[in-house]
């Protein structure tokens, strides 16, 4: 496992349930029109949440009837999912072990950022393959410039690895394989605009 992924698991390892929290609050916010958009462009029924954290998402998904599975490397948060009832597999995003064209959606928000960039063109390669044809993808990032460690004051001072993208950087990575659909900015102040880009494979 490569060090970027181990700090950002320890840090997420401090306070998941504080992390499960802010999720909740997002819900309430930007996050639940995202999420009934996405439902409305889906082709079926099979979703697969990439970075699934606490299960937040995954929870609503099940409530709207849909198919859904995450992911996360986290044990704290693949233990909250299991303990809810969710279908949840301890899987790195970087390496996702599924066969080909197994889902109609890829729902991943706040999972590239934890990416340093150079690794992401191999892992739009790897997501394209595991979507339906018609198969619409889901991406949420923090806007901005730059990668590297930073300290999360939620979770105890923790380093994360943290990367930060404009909307023409996200678009031009995942331009080989998917056309973009839509893209909504959302967030409150500077420090918390979120890129949200709806991309569906090219046939």
């Known amino acids: 496992m490569e060090d970027y992924t181990k ?11 504080g992390y499960e929290e802010k999720t909740r609050r997002n819900m309430e916010g930007s996050v639940t029109p995202l ?14 949440d990439i970075g699934c954290g606490p299960g937040v998402h995954l929870e609503w998904f099940r409530e709207k009837g849909f198919d859904a599975i995450g992911i996360d490397l986290s044990d ?8 809810k009832g969710l279908n949840v597999r301890k899987m ?10 197994s889902f109609d959606g890829i729902w991943a928000v706040s999972s590239l950022l934890h990416l340093p960039k150079e690794k992401i063109p191999a892992v739009v390669k790897k997501w394209s393959k595991l979507l339906k ?3 619409l993808l889901f991406v949420s990032v923090k806007e901005g410039s730059g ?8 979770n105890g001072g923790k380093q ?5 993208f404009s909307e023409e950087e996200l678009k031009k990575l995942f331009s080989p394989s998917f056309d973009v659909l839509e893209t909504i900015i959302s967030g409150a102040s500077k420090d918390e605009r979120h890129i949200n880009i709806f991309f569906r494979i090219r046939k």
């Open 7 to 17: 700090k950002t698991i320890a840090a997420y390892a401090v306070n998941p349930i």
């Open 35 to 48: 999420l009934e958009k996405f439902s409305t462009m889906l082709p079926g029924k099979k979703v697969l």
């Open 76 to 83: 704290s948060f693949v233990q909250m999912c299991s303990d």
């Open 92 to 101: 790195d995003i970087e390496y996702i072990n599924f066969y080909p064209y």
């Open 133 to 135: 044809s018609n198969g």
């Open 147 to 154: 990668e590297g460690y930073k300290e999360d004051v939620l």
């Open 160 to 164: 994360k690895w943290m990367s930060y």
